[in-house]
């Protein structure tokens, strides 16, 4: 038995990085998964999202969505004809430009925001449409969980776009739970600290690592898998009492 038998997740930005750790979670604990993403194919390079899944006797789904186009957030909602109604979306496509408030282009602004906020907005109005159309399981409609970061809460040195787009996924996960509360629907985000993925440029840069690596206490940077066991946590039965929460997943980053 799993945690997660039985539901349905859309995981946003589940081809690569987090995003594909949560995916593959969710299906190894029950969960029939889909996975919308611009692109299919891994940035760590490999078998896709789904096609792990499916071989570790998982069920899941590609849809190609890019979440900062309206229409095509619509569109995934084709997950719910296929599999009967949505119980989990995980908000964890993001994209990032590593520019601070001058070097900002109005264009790089622009596309930041219309991904990492607006595009959360159209993914959960929809998601909330939906489950306000099911029954209740277990005393809940269903679950949000918006990928935040630490960088919603302290600045982000050098990336002025995505620090700013942060902060507000974590009032918006806020102000979903409360307004939500009454329809039994669940809302919380993750902050991650520093995790190792296949991100390009400066997340993977060696003294931006260094760094990192000095300024977390515990005594390893972070993996996808260390996401993704908080987005089992909150997606699952165990989290009920527990929403408008921001998880942080940093190794103490933030106590320190």
Known sequence: MGLLDGKVAIV???SSGIGRAIAQR???DGAKVVVADTREEA????????RLIEAAGGEAIFISTDIADRQAVITMRQA????GRLDILVNNAAIYTSTNLLETTPEQWAKVINVN?????YCSQ???LQMLKQEPVNGVRG???NIASQHGMVACPGDFPYSVSKGAIVQMTRQIAVDHADDLIVCNAIAPGKIITGKPGIANDPDALDYSRRRTPWPRLGEPNDVAGAALFLASDLATYVTGINLMVDGG????
């Open 80 to 83: 719910v004809d296929r599999f």
């Open 43 to 50: 940035i760590e390079g490999g078998e896709t999202t789904v």
């Open 117 to 121: 906020v607006t595009g959360f907005f």
């Open 126 to 128: 929809q998601a909330v």
């Open 253 to 256: 980053w933030m106590a320190g």
């Open 143 to 145: 679950r949000i969980i």
């Open 12 to 14: 946003t930005g589940a």
């Open 26 to 28: 969710y299906a190894q």
